[in-house]
């Protein structure tokens, strides 16, 4: 089957976590489909990887750009979207997936410590980039498309980490929250709810184990995730907001 090539017509993304896994997948895709990119990483790799995929970057006019960002740092996520706007001339899309999986605690074992810093990143720093993006699209009043990375353990729970459950069950909620609050004004925000996906996120053991709990006995790719929030960034994807996509080979179904 034919991969879609979509037009994004040097529309501006952000995406958060994009020195990495399935937010350097759609930096990818988005490039070759015609959109600018920022990335926006507390990892410098992410200035590297800028340079390299501005190299690869072919029958487009697509520019990528790094601003080294910490999304649990308010003014850090503030300035992404500035630096965004400035250089692009506006922010239309916005990807969230900085992300980390913390210690795996289960409730009677978790720290104070341990879930702060999880949500942190995984929940307030999506609530704060979202409100940023959104405060900004309103200001350019011509809409705009957010992706919010939960997971399926936002939708069904890992016992095992109480922190992430939590966090990522936090998202699907503050999705339909957010993705219905500005639909008039044609801002959309949704999430995507991976299954276990191959990315240095996830250790080895975890991919080996959950492999076979995916009804399609494989874990997921990054570039089949970065499709879907291609699709969801895109005009196509135009009527949907506020919602959840599963993405994890059946994981949820059963
Ligand atoms: N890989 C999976 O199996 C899977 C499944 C479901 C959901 N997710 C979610 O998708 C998102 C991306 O995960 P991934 O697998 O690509 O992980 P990854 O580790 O490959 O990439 C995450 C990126 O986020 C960056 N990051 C972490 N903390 C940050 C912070 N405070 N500020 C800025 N950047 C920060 C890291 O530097 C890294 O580049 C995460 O939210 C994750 O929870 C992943």
């Known amino acids: 089957m034919q991969k879609i090539v979509y037009d994004f017509d040097c529309a501006s993304v952000l995406i958060t ?5 399935l937010g350097l997948a759609t930096a990818q895709r ?3 489909s015609n959109a600018n990119v920022v990335i ?5 790799r992410g200035e590297q990887i800028a340079i390299d995929l501005n190299k690869q970057v ?3 006019n697509a520019k990528c750009a790094f601003i080294k960002t910490d999304v649990t740092k308010e003014e850090d996520i503030k300035r992404a979207v500035d630096y965004t706007t400035s250089s692009f001339g ?5 990807v969230c997936s900085a992300g980390i999986g913390g210690a795996n605690c289960a409730i009677a074992d978790e720290t104070l410590n341990n879930w702060n810093k999880v949500n942190a990143v995984d929940y307030t720093g999506v609530m704060l980039c979202d409100k940023y993006a959104i405060e900004q699209m309103l200001k350019q009043g011509k809409g705009g498309s957010i992706v919010n990375l939960a997971s399926m353990f936002g939708l069904v729970a890992v016992p095992a980490n109480v922190a992430y459950s939590g966090a990522k ?4 909620n503050m999705t339909r929250a957010a993705g219905t609050a500005y639909a008039d004004k044609g801002i959309r925000v949704n999430c995507v709810c991976p299954g276990v996906i191959d990315t240095p996120l996830v250790p080895k053991e975890a991919k080996d184990f959950y492999a076979g709990l995916h009804p399609m ?3 997921g790719k990054p570039e089949e995730v970065a499709s879907l929030i291609t699709f969801l960034l895109s005009d196509d994807a135009k009527f949907i907001t506020g919602t959840s996509i599963s993405i994890d080979g059946g994981y949820v179904a059963v």
């Open 17 to 21: 976590g994009g020195a990495s896994g």
């Open 30 to 32: 988005l490039l070759s």
């Open 40 to 44: 926006a990483d507390y990892s410098e």
């Open 58 to 60: 072919n029958a487009s």
């Open 90 to 94: 506006s922010i239309d899309g916005l």
């Open 169 to 172: 069950g936090g998202v699907v």
């Open 217 to 219: 006995k494989r874990i």
